[in-house]
Every structure is written in structure tokens, then in C-alpha cells.
């Protein structure tokens, strides 16, 4: 079995954490569609989703993301341009932080017997 390092970027803003959880729902929703369909993928009722979108909207004074209402073809939401502006800064952090710390979870790797 190949063995996993990794690490989680978890960020402390204020009385709210952006963290691997946040990024993935705001992923969701924008491949999705739908703040239903991106908490149903990730095993996550629709009222945490969206608890957690509301989190995300008050924490930064405007929405993450835009529902639209219902009709013949049912409601939906995508990504607001703050919403991917978060969702794009959280993933470049991952990715710098990721880069950063390649040599030291690679030695990590190699001391393991």
C-alpha cells in the first residue's frame, strides 16, 4: 500500500476558519451548481452547506456564492466573483504552502522504517 503524506491548510480568520471543508463546498457549488449538490458530494446536509456559505458571507460582508430561485427547472447557485476570489486565494496558499514544505514531507517520508 503506497503511504500518504499531506498536509491540510486550515486558516484562522478572525472567529471563522477557512480550511480544506470551505474550499471544496465553494469547489462544489461552482462545478455543481448547486449548494445542495456540492453538500450532498462531499456526505453534508444541505442546511450545514449552506450554514457554512452563510458563515463565509458574513465573514466577508457579502456573498460567496448566488442562489437563484426556483422555477420549472429548480433553483441553483454559482460562485460570486468574491466567491472565486476566496476559492482562488485558498487554493494559491494550498499550493505555495504545498511547495514550501515538499523537501521537509519528503524526509519525512524516507525516516519512516
Known amino acids: 500500500m503506497r503511504e500518504r503524506l499531506d498536509f491540510q491548510l486550515r486558516i484562522r480568520l478572525d472567529a471563522i476558519m477557512l480550511g480544506p471543508g470551505k474550499a471544496d463546498l465553494l469547489d462544489g457549488i461552482r462545478e455543481t451548481g448547486s449548494i445542495s449538490a456540492a453538500g450532498r458530494r462531499m456526505a453534508m446536509s444541505y442546511r450545514r452547506a449552506w450554514q457554512l456559505v452563510e458563515e ?15 422555477g420549472k427547472g429548480g433553483g441553483g447557485a454559482a460562485l460570486t466573483p468574491l466567491g472565486d476570489q476566496v476559492l ?14 515538499a523537501d521537509d514531507l519528503a524526509q519525512l517520508r524516507r525516516l519512516r522504517r
Open 56 to 70: 463565509m458571507n458574513l465573514y466577508f460582508g457579502a456573498p460567496v456564492a448566488a442562489t437563484l430561485t426556483g
Open 88 to 101: 482562488a486565494l485558498y487554493r494559491s496558499m494550498e499550493a505555495s504552502c504545498r511547495d514550501a514544505i
